[in-house]
């Protein structure tokens, strides 16, 4: 994982990992849905960098935002920043910190260095959160599994023979 005082900016060569949280979320043929993309109305939608992070580090991200959410952790999509960019998407760091003790679980964050976030364009520079109508949202979204993004499966506890989550 990333030095949590020294987050680099986002390089276009990086990937970055979408979590496929729910079944609703990978069509039958394994494929994500085109409306997993469309952000929510804050238009900024949360990646994980790879950058300095292992396997383990990633798969156990997509577990932490599947239990905070309370949902199956099914897969994740991997994304190149530069690709990102090309179809109109900022990509910024956004290092999280970790809640504080005091906060009560389940809902306490963990502190993910890696995190990023792809930030979608507003419908007007004088109204900066007016979000674009929903059919450029999919535009874009469609942009970005035009190549069919696979989902990567979530890796299978050998012992329990289920995704481990």
Request: net charge positive; glycine share 6%; hydrophobic share 45%.
């Amino acid at each position: 994982m990333l030095d949590p005082a020294a987050v680099p900016d986002v390089g276009d060569e990086e990937i970055l990992a979408r979590f496929a949280i729910g079944k609703r979320a990978v069509r039958a043929d394994g494929t994500l849905k085109d409306n997993e993309l469309i952000p929510p109305p804050s238009g900024k939608l949360s990646v994980m960098r790879h950058l300095e992070a292992t396997e383990q580090d990633i798969w156990d991200e997509g577990r932490e935002v599947a239990r905070l959410r309370a949902k199956e952790l099914v897969g994740r999509i991997d994304l190149n920043a530069g690709e990102c960019r090309r179809v109109g998407l900022q990509v910024i760091r956004a290092p999280l910190v970790a809640d504080p003790p005091s906060k009560p679980e389940p809902r306490r964050r963990l502190a993910n260095p890696n995190h990023a976030d792809l930030v979608f364009p507003t419908a007007a520079a004088a109204i900066p959160r007016a979000p674009l109508p929903k059919a450029d949202l999919m535009a874009i979204a469609k942009a970005l599994v035009a190549n069919g993004l696979r989902v990567i499966p979530t890796p299978i506890d050998t012992e329990k023979k289920t995704p481990a989550i």
